[in-house]
Structure formats: structure tokens, C-alpha cells
């Protein structure tokens, strides 16, 4: 088997590598803040500590490894700046890949790696908060009423971010399954991003070992 890479390319996220050893290694994505003023108010903002992130690449990789980045979209309501900074970001990662191994990373979808898991990394209760979702927008499209349609979209959006908090836990918990050695690097929640980077690698590891 190759040197596998998982990337989980939000700043909270993660860098995981998997090689011939029993236990991965796993790094929270490196990023540098920078307080700015703005109006009078200190404002944080984040990068991509890029030298680090090269560094742990050329630390673990070879020519030969293969480096999978979660292919994800900049959310819905997020301003041009924000955007602009998300794509540069990407291009950054894909131009360290290129410069040190002379190859182009793999994306792949955030559907794609969670459906190799299956039903481990989803939970009764998401699954009653989605039908609960389901029935929202069922009724909202009867609705003519601006105020219930606007109180329908905000019980939408409420249970879509606990769907979302859940599955980050359940990401947590799959991790620290398949490797009760890295438990403790999962148990605070700010770690799901460093779980679905290992989870991107498995999902990798698990292709390759199909074809051998």
C-alpha cells in the first residue's frame, strides 16, 4: 500500500496520513491568525499556515503517496471575500502537491467518502431530525404567509445545523473506533475536522486494498 494522505481542507480541519505502521498520524490543519483592526474592533482572521503544511507533507510523503482533499463548495449567504479566500486556499494546497510530489492531489466529494462508511456515521437521531426536515419543507411550500415562511425556513435551518453537529460527532466516534489509540485525540469537538481527514484516508486505504 501506498503512503495515503486525508485532508480536511476547513480551518478547523485536518491532515492524517496512513502508511505501514498500526497507529496514523494526525495533525489539526496549521493555520496562522491574525488580529486586524476594523472599525475600531479587533477582528481575527485565518490562513493557511502554508510552510507547516508543506513541511508535514514532505515529513511523511513520497513521489509514490497519494493525497486525498475533500472537494467542498463555500456555503450558501458567504460574501465574495470570503469565497475568493476559500478558492485561494484550495489552489495553495493543490499548487504544495504539485511542487513537492509532481502530481495533482485527488478530490473527493463529502457523499462520496461518508457513503464508504455506511450507517457508522449516521445516527437514529439524525435520522429523525432529517424526516423532521423533510416535513418542514413539505408544509413551507403551502405557506403564503411571509412570517410563517420565514419561521419555517428558521426551524429548517436550526435542525440542519444540528444534523450537521451530529455528524461531526459521529465522525469523532468512528475515528476513535477504528483507532482506540487515537481516542484522545478525538474527544474535544473542535477535532471532527483531524477525524474526517483520517476517515478521507481510510476511505482511500480501503479502495487500494480492494484492487491488490
Known amino acids: 500500500m501506498t503512503i495515503v494522505c486525508g485532508i480536511d481542507v476547513g480551518f478547523s480541519g485536518g491532515i492524517s496520513i496512513i502508511d505501514n505502521s498500526d497507529v496514523p498520524v494526525v495533525y489539526k490543519m496549521p493555520v496562522i491568525k491574525e488580529i486586524k483592526k476594523v472599525k475600531g474592533k479587533n477582528k481575527t482572521k485565518q490562513r493557511y499556515d502554508l ?39 484550495m489552489g495553495n494546497l493543490e499548487g504544495i502537491c ?48 411571509k412570517e410563517a415562511k420565514k419561521e419555517n425556513k428558521k426551524q429548517i435551518d436550526k435542525l440542519n445545523r444540528q444534523v450537521k453537529a451530529r455528524a461531526k460527532t459521529a465522525a469523532r466516534i468512528l475515528a476513535s473506533t477504528l483507532y482506540p489509540e487515537l481516542h484522545d485525540a478525538f474527544e ?3 477535532t471532527d475536522g483531524m ?3 483520517l476517515l478521507i484516508a481510510v476511505c482511500e486505504r480501503d479502495k487500494q486494498n480492494e484492487l491488490v
Open 98 to 145: 504539485v511542487g513537492l510530489f509532481g502530481h495533482l492531489p485527488i478530490f473527493v466529494s463529502p457523499v462520496s467518502w461518508k457513503k464508504h462508511f455506511g450507517g457508522d456515521l449516521i445516527t437514529e437521531g439524525m435520522i429523525t431530525l432529517k424526516a423532521e426536515i423533510k416535513d418542514l419543507r413539505a408544509s413551507g411550500k403551502t405557506l403564503k404567509d
Open 195 to 197: 477525524a474526517e481527514s
Open 188 to 190: 474535544k469537538k473542535n
Open 51 to 89: 510552510l507547516e503544511i508543506r513541511n508535514i507533507l514532505k515529513k511523511h510523503l513520497t513521489i509514490d503517496g497519494t493525497i486525498i482533499i475533500e472537494r467542498v463548495s463555500t456555503m450558501p449567504g458567504e460574501g465574495s471575500v470570503s469565497s475568493f479566500n476559500f478558492g485561494k486556499g
